[in-house]
């Protein structure tokens, strides 16, 4: 016996609120990808100089570049939807004894993640 | 009843998606737009340097190894969004794959 599989093709762009979440969700796949980049980046660094010049060298290619800016747009979207949905991913904070309102917590999140990627810029290009 | 892996594999996950969320687009745009384009050193003396430091390792297992577990947990759930079947078996593939990349993410830096 079969049982029946209703049609999925096709779901994720016909209603935009299913195509923001379609692209939130491709994030993971450039999220993966980027981890693999600095895996390979971390293999060539032990294989020597020459290795890893290479390695950067392919990093500087047309492809690569385009690679990163959709991953920096798209982990970008990630970022603001993990912050939006914070309130409602956390336990109920509260401070003496009082409810923190989701937009503090909202606010917080996108505050801590400009202030530690400042830290980073600062750290890495000093 | 046997014992749920889940909280494990969504703690990794939702480790991996705060640390991408907080410096997820600093970190592509500086090794892969900034350095590319000069704007950034990352030499290999400096990249060793980094890589040769405790909290250097430290942040680089981290980084590849919670981005990993994060990127690949949130691929089982788009497979399913897109009418693929997951099983134990895609799970165990998927959350497999996150292992043996952070694994070699560790002894790559042990051996540095």
């Not at chain 1, 939807?81 to 989701?102: E, Y």
């Not at chain 2, 680089?60 to 949130?74: A, E, K, N, S, T």
Request: hydrophobic fraction near 60%.
């Amino acid at each position: 016996m079969k049982a029946y599989q209703r049609p999925m093709a096709g779901w994720w762009h016909r209603n935009p609120f299913y195509l923001w979440y379609t692209l939130r969700e491709a994030s993971a796949l450039f999220v993966t990808a980027y981890a693999l980049v600095l895996l390979a980046g971390l293999a060539r660094l032990r294989q020597g100089e020459a290795a890893f010049d290479a390695w950067r060298e392919a990093l500087a290619s047309p492809a690569s570049l385009g690679f990163h800016a959709v991953a920096l747009l798209l982990v970008l979207y990630h970022a603001w939807t993990w912050f939006k949905v914070m309130p409602k991913t956390l336990p109920f904070l509260r401070i003496a004894g009082r409810r923190v309102p989701d937009r503090a917590i909202v606010v917080a999140g996108l505050a801590s993640a400009v202030l530690f990627s400042t830290i980073l810029f600062v750290m890495v290009k000093a | 009843m046997k014992r749920s892996n889940k909280p494990i594999f969504w703690s990794l996950f939702g480790a991996g998606g705060m640390l991408a969320a907080l410096v997820g687009p600093m970190l592509i745009f500086l090794t892969g737009i900034a350095a590319p384009l000069g704007l950034v050193d990352m030499s290999y003396a400096r990249t060793l340097a980094l890589a040769q430091h405790g909290l250097g390792k430290l942040a680089l297992f981290v980084v590849i190894g919670l981005f990993l577990f994060h990127g690949c947990h949130r691929l089982i759930h788009c497979l399913h969004d897109f009418g693929v079947p997951v099983g134990p078996g895609v799970k165990a593939s998927f959350h497999g794959f996150a292992i043996l990349g952070s694994a070699a993410a560790a002894v790559l830096l042990f051996a540095l």
